[in-house]
Nanobody, 122 residues
Framework: QVQLVESGGGLAQAGGSLRLSCAASGRTLSFIAMGWFRQAPGKEREFVAACGWSDGTTDYADSVKGRFTISRDNTKKTVFLQMNSLKPEDTAVYYC???????????????WGQGTQVTVSS
C-alpha cells in the first residue's frame, strides 16, 4: 500500500503561483508513475499532469501546458506541481495519485491522496 499526502494548496490571485507537494510513503516501489488530478464542484475529476519516477516522462492536460510543471525528487519520494499564471478556472481540489504507468486516465491510478484545495480569485 502507498500513502500519499498533499500539501501546498491555498488561495491565490489570478496570475499568481502556487506549488503543490505530494509525499509518498509505504510500498513506493510498487508504482512507477505519479499524477495530479483535480475536481471542481459539480464536475468530474480531470487529469492535470503525470510523470514517471525513473525516466521523468511527463504528460500534461492541454489546459495547463505552459503554465504548470510537474517534477519529482526521487530521494524524498515527493512529487511537485508548480502552478504559474493561475486562472479562476484552476480552482478545484487537487489530488495526487500513484500508478503503474504515466496516464491521463484516473482509473489507471490505484492510490490517492486526500486532496488539497486550490482557490484562484479573479
Amino acid at each position: 500500500q502507498v500513502q500519499l499526502v498533499e500539501s501546498g494548496g491555498g488561495l491565490a490571485q489570478a496570475g499568481g503561483s502556487l506549488r503543490l507537494s505530494c509525499a509518498a510513503s509505504g510500498r513506493t516501489l510498487s508504482f512507477i508513475a505519479m499524477g495530479w488530478f483535480r475536481q471542481a464542484p459539480g464536475k468530474e475529476r480531470e487529469f492535470v499532469a503525470a510523470c514517471g519516477w525513473s525516466d521523468g516522462t511527463t504528460d500534461y492536460a492541454d489546459s495547463v501546458k505552459g503554465r504548470f510543471t510537474i517534477s519529482r525528487d526521487n530521494t524524498k519520494k515527493t512529487v511537485f506541481l508548480q502552478m504559474n499564471s493561475l486562472k479562476p478556472e484552476d480552482t478545484a481540489v487537487y489530488y495526487c495519485a500513484a500508478g503503474p504507468r504515466v496516464s491521463n486516465d484516473p482509473i489507471k491510478f490505484g492510490s490517492w491522496g486526500q486532496g488539497t484545495q486550490v482557490t484562484v480569485s479573479s
